[in-house]
């Protein structure tokens, strides 16, 4: 679990390197910044963790004020952590390897991309039905992406029970604090009605994972990204198109729409304003 993984790392630098107690202090606030982030985005694990996140993180903290030393020792930090993580046979790859500046975040320090409208939302669950042989997973994917805004671990861990179609409700992260049914668009219903009945033999219980890849085995993260990208281009929508942009793009659309904060945070599982506002990249406001 990543709160053990840091546990561990503080200990070995006090204990190995004989860190002092104000290195040891620097880095418990560094981390904690990374757990609060891996926190709000519904990662428990240090392998969860990409690249595209850190410079997320550190783009998020440069757009909120933070100064050039605390970004270069963010960086200093994540880079000591993950490497350790690596070397200890924990992680395959050291996303942190990416960071070698401050600059780093520059590219980060709002939204990478311009929210997608409805429109172009509608785009892409239309392209992914076009697809002749993945196409009813893909457009249920995109589908509850775009009419949901649920992260990318929570849309990976849905399970069959967690889907009810008909009444137009999917329960997500089922079991952990962010627990919650989110209500998706009745356009969608028949989508996940023809996925369902596809694929319903290929289920050997209601508590199977929802979505496969061709293999049968569960859909990874990287190949929901690839997924998402892949279909970006073929709605031919500018930019990259991520699980990410779809997310931010309907937090923008309910904020449009009139809901006030307190209702996105409970549909979007954000357990308070303050994380909300981060997210959306509305430093000064809360």
Not at 1 to 8: C, G, K, N
Not at 210 to 217: E, I, M
Not at 221 to 248: C, F, M, S
Request: charged share 30%; hydrophobic share 35%; aromatic share 6%.
């Amino acid at each position: 679990m990543l709160r053990d993984d840091i546990v561990y790392y503080l200990r070995n630098r006090e204990v190995f390197d004989g860190a002092k107690d104000a290195s040891l202090e620097a880095y418990r606030t560094d981390l904690n910044k990374l757990l609060e982030y891996c926190e709000r985005e519904g990662y428990t694990r240090s392998d969860q963790i990409t690249e595209r996140d850190l410079k997320e993180m550190i783009g998020q903290m440069a757009s909120e004020g933070a100064s050039g030393h605390t970004l270069r020792r963010m960086i200093s930090t994540m880079r000591g952590y993950f490497s350790s993580l690596v070397r200890d046979g924990q992680m395959k790859e050291d996303p942190s390897e990416i960071l070698s500046a401050v600059e780093d975040a520059a590219p980060f320090s709002r939204m990478p991309e311009d929210p997608l409208t409805q429109e172009q939302m509608d785009r892409l669950v239309e392209a992914a039905g076009q697809n002749r042989q993945l196409g009813t997973r893909d457009a249920a994917i995109l589908g509850l992406l775009c009419g949901t805004g649920m992260r990318s671990s929570e849309l990976l861990g849905l399970r069959l029970c967690d889907i009810e179609p008909v009444i137009c409700y999917v329960t997500a992260a089922a079991g952990t604090q962010d627990e919650r049914r989110i209500p998706f668009p009745g356009t969608l219903y028949p989508i996940l009605e023809k996925y369902l009945r596809t694929k319903g033999s290929d289920f050997s219980n209601r508590n199977d994972i929802l979505f496969r890849n061709r293999s049968h085995s569960p859909l990874s993260r990287q190949g929901l990204w690839k997924l998402v990208h892949n279909y970006g281009r073929r709605a031919g929508i500018e930019g990259n198109v991520t699980p990410d942009r779809i997310r931010y793009s309907v937090m923008v659309r309910l904020s449009e729409s009139g809901a006030d904060e307190e209702h996105i945070c409970s549909i979007m599982g954000y357990h308070s304003v303050t994380a909300l506002r981060a997210a959306m990249n509305k430093p000064g406001r809360g």
